[in-house]
């Protein structure tokens, strides 16, 4: 409700109470009312000294002074006038107020005016102000896109940094806007739609915004999203409305963000596909790509979904063209903090290329974040600047979550944990082609009572069958560790993850990978599709297996697990000394970095942790177990309580 409608309330809340006060407020002098009859009776007694006569009221005074009130009937009395003169009262007399025609229609009239605008005003509202407004019920097919001037975007390709190839693709629709007339001399035509794809915060909004900002032209941003409505054919009409706008900009760009939600493939919904968002989708196909044409506009989508768009909007003519904002390398994510930096105030020893070293697998959105939680890391402590210690704390918080230091644990549950982390971080270090050991932590953060965390050292494009067996294989340490140390019958439920974990990839080298001798390269499952997504993913179908080969199949699983389960056990019953030296470290650090967990492996009790005060803090290690460059980043969060986290693991993590 905006300021005029309260202010109209207001006012009639206001003139209600004033109405009321005024009504049970009498400024005149209490007067006794009596009958008709007492009243003659009274002036034929001679009691009564003065009357006023007001039509049908009579108001007099008795020679005692007291006043009286009464009403005269209707019917006729020609003897009062007589009474009263033989009686000696003095009478007078009130001339009737005569009010205008118009003034009395006006009063009888005013409450249903007043109704009346009271309903004009909200029905005005309701459709948006009036004047051709949007955005109010009563304008469902009316366009919500929002229309940004060229004044209002300020973005550039300056403020885009870490997807030079994606910019490279979407420069020549800048050169388009600003000059056509260099491409429709030879016969060129620029795409009509670009669609941007990429993991979730890449930048693909800020790609558009900036090619927008760079042509200089009109930019109209909506959601998929907000197409769909339950009423049949608003989504259609607001695509249709929405182009009508654009045309009249041209030349523009149209922003579709999360084109998914509108854009899914048909002949998949229920009731023949013949629903709201397929009529919204046929409508787009039409303005994109009809009779009428659309010269001038560029309409620039973004979807992390390309697999479930329909195949008639990814043709040639529709969205011509599509650009992969992927998540940036070392040197991206270098790029990239270097514009999130220019507005904090930083230390002589921070270094981006440092940073960018640590955070494999980050995007542009994390990248900010980073930025972001390291100044409020600094203001907490009442620092005028913010440097490396305040970095390296945002990134374990967004790595492997806040701290929950006001969790209470018992000594036997800090042991266990201890126990449990170490024998993950042990064969993390022993293992061939596993990612080194960054840090192990017995401090609860978010859902996990104990963290250890591996950091790559080289960009991943693909995973070898050693890594992965070595990856399986760690997984194992947590539960062979507290085996070890407290025997079957006290093992927790800390593993949880750790073994679905590896489970999970176990059955993906086996039915995916074809890593299986006995299986062999071929696909035996396939990925279970969401409902109604298109054709050949609805319903969750799986690949066609007999029994025979689901037995061997579980059989070949079983079988890596087993493998895994007794070489992990082999490598800690070897360095049963050095895990009571990492749980030694752990009940007295509580976290320890990759330089005490090399002083442990040699066999030495480790130091205190680096000191980032005396400035022996760095992003790097003696073995450059800091180095990596990767854009997945392996983390393993146990809890003896509930399943721990692993963000940004593709081989069996959630979603970083």
């Known amino acids: ?382 620092r005028r600047l913010v440097g490396m210690e305040e970095f390296e704390k945002a990134k374990d918080k967004i790595m492997m979550g806040a701290e929950r230091k006001s969790m209470v644990m018992t000594d036997k549950d800090k042991i266990m944990t201890a126990y449990h982390e170490a024998g993950h971080a042990i064969l993390g270090r022993l293992l061939p082609a596993h990612d080194p050991v960054y840090k192990v932590s017995i401090i609860p953060r978010g859902r996990a009572l104990g963290v250890t965390m591996f950091l790559p050292e080289e960009d991943r494009i693909s995973y070898s069958k050693r890594y992965l067996l070595s990856r399986i294989t760690s997984a194992y340490g947590g539960r062979i560790a507290e085996e070890m140390f407290y025997g079957a019958d006290w093992v927790s439920t800390g593993a949880q993850n750790d073994i679905q974990q590896a489970t999970k990839m176990a059955r993906n080298m086996v039915t995916k990978w074809g890593l299986s001798d006995k299986a062999g390269p071929v696909l035996y499952s396939e990925d279970e599709g969401e409902i109604f997504v298109g054709a050949g993913q609805g319903m969750g179908q799986r690949a066609h297996i007999s029994e025979e080969t689901a037995e061997l199949l579980d059989a070949e699983v079983r079988k890596i697990l087993d493998d895994c389960y007794a070489e992990a056990t082999r490598i800690l019953e070897e360095n049963r000394d050095k895990m009571e030296l990492m749980k030694d470290a752990l009940m007295e650090y509580e976290t320890i970095d990759s330089h005490q967990i090399t002083e442990i492996m040699d066999g030495r009790p480790p130091g205190p942790p680096k000191d980032w005060g005396n400035g022996q803090g760095g992003a790097t290690t003696d073995e450059g177990h800091l180095s990596g460059e990767d854009e997945e980043t392996s983390e393993d969060a146990d809890s003896q309580e509930s399943p721990g986290r692993k963000p940004g693991d593709p081989l069996g993590g959630s979603v970083h």
């Open 1 to 382: 409700m905006n300021d005029m409608a309260k202010n109209l309330i207001l006012w009639l809340v206001i003139a209600a109470v004033l109405l009321t006060v005024f009504n049970n407020f009498n400024v005149e002098p209490q007067t006794n009312a009596i009958t008709y009859s007492q009243f003659v009776q009274e002036v034929q007694q001679q009691q009564v000294r003065k009357v006023v006569i007001d039509g049908y009221e009579i108001e007099g005074e008795r020679a005692d002074g007291s006043r009286f009130q009464t009403i005269r009937p209707a019917a006729e009395d020609p003897r009062l006038m007589d009474d009263l003169l033989s009686n000696e009262v003095l009478v007078e007399g009130r001339k009737p107020e005569t009010q205008s025609i118009w003034t009395r229609l006006l009063i009888a009239s005013f409450p249903i005016l007043l109704i009346l605008a009271i309903f004009i005003f909200f029905m005005r509202q309701m459709q948006g102000g009036g004047g051709g407004g949007r955005g109010g019920p009563m304008s469902f097919g009316k366009s919500k896109a929002r229309l940004l001037s060229q004044d209002q975007i300020k973005t550039t390709f300056a403020d885009v940094a870490g997807c030079d190839e994606a910019k490279e693709d979407v420069k020549e629709l800048v050169d388009f806007l600003k000059d056509p007339g260099k491409f429709q001399r030879l016969g060129g035509k620029i795409p009509r739609g670009v669609l941007m794809v990429g993991s979730p915060g890449t930048g693909k909004t800020l790609l558009a915004k900036a090619v927008a900002g760079e042509a200089k032209v009109p930019f109209f941003t909506i959601s998929g999203s907000d197409f769909v409505e339950m009423f049949v054919g608003v989504g259609a009409s607001r695509v249709r409305d929405m182009f009508e706008q654009a045309k009249k900009q041209s030349p523009c760009i149209i922003f579709i963000d999360e084109i998914d939600a509108v854009g899914r493939q048909r002949g998949a919904g229920m009731g023949g596909g013949h629903d709201e968002r397929e009529q919204t989708l046929n409508q787009l196909l039409v303005e994109m790509d009809g009779f009428d044409p659309n010269d001038g506009i560029i309409v620039i989508a973004a979807t992390n979904r390309p697999d479930v768009l329909d195949s008639a909007l990814l043709r040639p003519g529709r969205f011509d063209r599509q650009v992969v904002v992927g998540l940036p390398d070392i040197r991206g994510r270098e790029q990239i903090l270097d514009v999130h930096m220019r507005k904090v105030p930083l230390a002589d020893d921070v270094k981006a290329s440092l940073i960018a070293r640590g955070t494999p697998g980050f995007s542009g959105a994390d990248l900010a974040n980073l930025v972001n939680e390291a100044a409020l890391f600094a203001a907490r402590n009442n």
